[in-house]
Nanobody, 111 residues
Framework: VQLVESGGGLVQAGGSLRLSCTVS?????MGWYRQAPGKQRELVAI???????NYADSVKGRFTISRDDAKNTIYLQMNSLKPEDTAVYYC?????????WGQGTQVTVSS
């Protein structure tokens, strides 16, 4: 099973980025996590399938997770980015007995 992320980069505060994550097989639960330097990895947004989602309080109203099941792909649209959103963002896909992580993509927000 392969998981490929894309879409990170450098953006000014207030800007937008969209991350993509494509998996070679279908997973019901897919999400995005992030890890800033010196901090633990934390949940950003998760999609349970069937329209059910959950977001970290810090990104509610600014980030949107969506999925295209035909492409086995999830997206994270990030708007109104803040310097504190700077981190490595990791895609996660899981189902019974399988828990996949992407290699991570750097998001840097300059002030």
């Amino acid at each position: 099973v392969q998981l490929v992320e894309s879409g990170g980069g450098l953006v000014q505060a207030g800007g937008s980025l969209r991350l993509s994550c494509t998996v070679s097989e279908r997973f019901n639960v897919m999400g995005w996590y992030r890890q800033a330097p010196g901090k633990q990895r934390e949940l950003v947004a998760i999609n349970y399938g069937g329209g059910s989602t959950n977001y970290a309080d810090s990104v509610k109203g600014r980030f949107t997770i969506s999925r295209d099941d035909a492409k086995n792909t999830i997206y994270l649209q990030m708007n109104s980015l803040k310097p504190e959103d700077t981190a490595v963002y990791y895609c996660n896909a899981r189902r019974l007995l399988v828990n996949l992580w992407g290699q991570g993509t750097q998001v840097t927000v300059s002030s």
